[in-house]
């Protein structure tokens, strides 16, 4: 940190290196902050004439990787779960097989042997393989824990950057301002700091690229859209009375067939990315929480999507369970995977923000 607050060639890539200037020391809070604004596009290793093989060996995008899996195990709520993060694949791909072998042997014992091998049409046939209730205290409780986690993450990492007070002693206040909030969803939305400065990211090599703001943006909003399917067939069911499954042509599955396709070309995209990427730049202890997170989102998708194609076969009934069993095991592990980062980077964006606007001098 401190080559790179005295060089500054980096400054105009990315939100990190303005940050870094405002500040003369760097501690823990500072570092968890300054990570969680990187949005790894490895434009300053490229760029770094004291990149290895130089004696400075600096490898900024590597470091501030290591970092933010630091505050991804420090916030974790409960903390006894931060350990997660440590070989986060293995632990992510363990609980998942696990919900996805609990949900195939529930089935198994407990649903009417007809419907979940039979071929079953029309209004209820989900439900007859696992009823409704079921499947909204099972997955009502899955959501809210993992947003309480998250939530709690969230608070932490933000108290932890020292948000409060500024060493020049002005108050900045515990919470981030309106406006700062704003910008910060509109630079998370719109992944500005994914651009290495403007022409695109050098990744996965030398030459800049927007590939990976384009498979990234694909994922994010393919998940938003099946999260929104999600919200509207819950509107159908409870307000319009209307039971799954729902027309191909209705709003629902429509959202839900967009928001899938986001969800396999995104991933398999980013996977492609990764197996080309110039390895020296990467932690190789992030490799196994990127890839599972991006695997249990490609999982989610393929399933889903063939669970509409196959809905009036006799594969209905098992597809529906491994699609759910996937969802689960994807909800439990959001708070202890790479999902995390979204609200840790936007509560670093807010106070980038913050910062920015006051010009302040840390
Ligand atoms: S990454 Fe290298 S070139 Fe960029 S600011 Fe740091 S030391 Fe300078
Ligand atoms: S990797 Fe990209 S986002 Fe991260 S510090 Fe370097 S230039 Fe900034």
Not at 2 to 21: D, K, L, Q, S, T
Not at 328 to 343: A, C, D, E, S
Request: glycine share 12%.
């Amino acid at each position: 940190m401190n080559i790179c607050n005295a060089c500054r060639y980096c400054e105009g890539h990315c939100a990190v290196f303005p940050a870094m200037e405002m500040r003369l020391s760097f501690g823990a809070g500072d570092l968890a902050y300054l990570a969680n604004l990187c949005h790894d596009c490895r434009a300053c290793y490229q760029h770094c004439q004291y990149a290895p093989p130089h004696e400075f060996a600096v490898n900024l995008p590597r470091v501030l990787s290591e970092v933010r899996s630091l505050s991804y195990e420090d916030t974790a709520w409960p903390r006894a779960f931060g350990r997660l993060y440590r070989a986060n694949g293995l632990a992510v791909g363990i609980i998942t097989a696990i919900v996805l072998a609990t949900f195939v042997t529930g089935a198994v014992v407990l649903a009417d042997p007809a419907a979940l091998w039979g071929v079953n049409r029309g209004v209820g046939s989900f439900y007859a393989v696992i009823p409704h209730n079921v499947m909204v205290v099972l997955f009502g409780a899955a959501f809210g824990l993992a947003m309480i986690a998250l939530g709690v993450a969230t608070v932490r990492f933000w108290r932890g950057m020292g948000a409060g007070v500024a060493t020049s002693g002005e108050n900045i206040g515990t919470g981030p301002c309106v406006a700062a909030s704003a910008r910060a969803l509109h630079d998370a939305a719109t992944l500005r700091y994914l651009d290495g400065g403007g022409d695109g990211c050098t990744y996965p090599g030398e030459a800049p690229s927007m590939a990976r703001r384009w498979f990234h943006h694909l994922t994010a909003y393919g998940f938003l859209l099946c999260f929104a399917a999600t919200c509207v067939a819950t509107l159908y069911h409870y307000g319009l009375g209307i039971e799954a499954p729902y027309a191909v042509t209705s709003v629902p599955v429509v959202l839900g067939i967009l928001g899938g396709i986001g969800l396999i070309v995104g991933p398999i995209g980013l996977l492609w990315l990764r197996h080309v990427a110039d390895p020296v730049p990467a932690d190789p202890g992030r490799e196994g929480m990127d890839a599972a997170f991006i695997f249990l989102l490609l999982a989610t998708s393929i399933t889903g999507l063939a669970l509409l194609a196959l809905r009036e076969t006799a594969a209905m009934g098992l597809l529906l369970t491994v699609h759910l069993g996937i969802v689960m095991g994807l909800f439990v592990t959001l708070p202890y995977g790479k999902f995390v980062h979204g609200f840790l980077r936007l509560a670093a964006l807010a106070r980038y923000a913050i910062e920015k606007k006051r010009g302040q001098a840390l």
